[in-house]
């Protein structure tokens, strides 16, 4: 279960990018959203949504939304979540924003994740707005009903109470060590 | 036909690859049992050669047979039709390896 509760406060993190610099959470103050991803390489339902998330920084980014994902699986168990791969994965997918390695699983352990993909979407205080998956199809985007994530930034962006802001993160568990 | 179904708890998708499984078995007229294999632990998955979760072996062949396996407990995917990754395997794929394996055996 999620050590964040709806309403709380981001916890910060720095953590070592694939774009060779280190992200913390301070630089993301100011936007008008943050969603953290807790992601990876190797599992199946992240691979199956990626090309969404890509989407939705494309859709969103003009709108002051930062997407985040961090990669905190051993990848002693599983060598395609390195760091190396990570790269790959990123210049592959053509990811447009920040791929981190949360290489201690720190970030993980405090935010409470337990699967991948998992979002945490806070606003531009960095409260916790919305938390779970992304949207309620992994198998087919074009069967999708429910658009979680879309529907919370849209919500947060104008304002207005949002209808759903828990869901169960459906995916692969974290990898800890 | 012998049919079984490998699957990890910690992959949500499994029920849902169990049904499809069931669903295309019944329209193709397969009513042999299921032999439904839950694996808990990487040692099982080394002994069973588990590729990930959900695996599905129709007379021992894998009904998406990986080119490089590797054994662990992890969550499968699979690349459909359209070329897009899923972890459910399509009823295409399941359909035409049942049917395979119909005309293996006839």
Same mark, same amino acid.
């Given at each position: 279960m999620a050590?964040l509760?709806?309403?709380? *406060?981001a916890i910060?993190f720095k953590?070592?990018?694939?774009?060779?610099k280190?992200?913390s959470?301070d630089? %993301?103050a100011?936007?008008n959203g943050? &969603?953290?991803?807790?992601?990876c390489?190797?599992?199946?339902?992240?691979?199956?949504?990626?090309?969404?998330m890509?989407?939705?920084?494309?859709?969103?980014?003009? *709108?002051?939304?930062?997407?985040?994902?961090i990669? &905190?699986?051993?990848?002693?168990?599983?060598?395609?979540?390195?760091?190396?791969?990570?790269?790959?994965?990123s210049r592959? *997918?053509?990811?447009?924003?920040?791929y981190l390695?949360?290489?201690t699983q720190?970030?993980?352990r405090?935010?409470?994740?337990?699967?991948?993909?998992?979002?945490?979407l806070?606003? $531009?205080?960095?409260t916790?707005?919305?938390?779970g998956?992304i949207?309620d199809? %992994?198998d087919?985007?074009?069967?999708?009903?429910e658009h %979680?994530?879309?529907?919370?930034?849209?919500?947060?962006?104008s304002g $207005?109470?949002?209808?759903?802001?828990?869901?169960?993160?459906v995916g692969c568990?974290?990898?800890? $060590? | 036909?012998k049919?079984r179904?490998? !699957?990890?708890e910690?992959?949500p998708?499994?029920?849902?690859? @169990?049904?499809? @499984? +069931?669903?295309?078995m019944?329209e193709?007229?397969?009513?042999?049992?299921i032999?439904?294999?839950?694996v808990?632990?990487s040692?099982?998955?080394?002994?069973?050669k588990?590729?990930g979760?959900?695996?599905l @072996?129709i007379?021992? +062949?894998?009904?998406d047979?990986?080119?490089?396996? !590797? !054994?662990?407990?992890?969550?499968?995917? !699979?690349r459909?039709?359209?070329? +897009?990754i899923?972890p459910l395997p399509?009823e295409?794929?399941?359909?035409k390896?049942?049917?395979?394996?119909?005309?293996?055996?006839?």
């Open positions: 050590n509760k709806i309403g709380d *406060k910060s953590l070592p990018g694939v774009d060779d280190v992200h959470l630089e %993301y100011g936007k943050l &969603a953290v991803i807790f992601s390489n190797h599992c199946p339902y992240v691979r199956a949504w990626e090309d969404r890509v989407q939705i920084q494309a859709d969103y980014a003009g *709108k002051g939304i930062q997407l985040v994902a990669n &905190a699986n051993d990848d002693t168990k599983y060598p395609d979540d390195s760091f190396p791969k990570m790269k790959e994965r592959e *997918k053509k990811f447009n924003y920040p390695r949360d290489e720190e970030v993980a405090a935010y409470g994740a337990e699967r991948t993909p998992e979002v945490f806070f606003d $531009k205080g960095l916790l707005h919305y938390h998956a949207d199809n %992994y087919n985007p074009s069967a999708v009903k %979680y994530l879309r529907g919370a930034l849209d919500a947060m962006l $207005k109470p949002l209808s759903t802001s828990e869901t169960k993160p568990t974290v990898k800890w $060590k | 036909m049919v179904f490998f !699957y990890s910690d992959c998708s499994h029920d849902e690859a @169990l049904e499809r @499984l +069931r669903k295309v019944g193709e007229g397969i009513r042999d049992e032999e439904v294999v839950r808990d632990s040692e099982d998955a080394e002994k069973l588990f590729i979760s959900p695996t @072996l007379n021992g +062949r894998d009904i047979p990986p080119t490089n396996p !590797y !054994y662990a407990l992890t969550c499968r995917a !699979y459909l039709e359209d070329g +897009r899923s399509s295409t794929m399941i359909r390896a049942i049917r395979k394996a119909a005309a293996e055996g006839s």
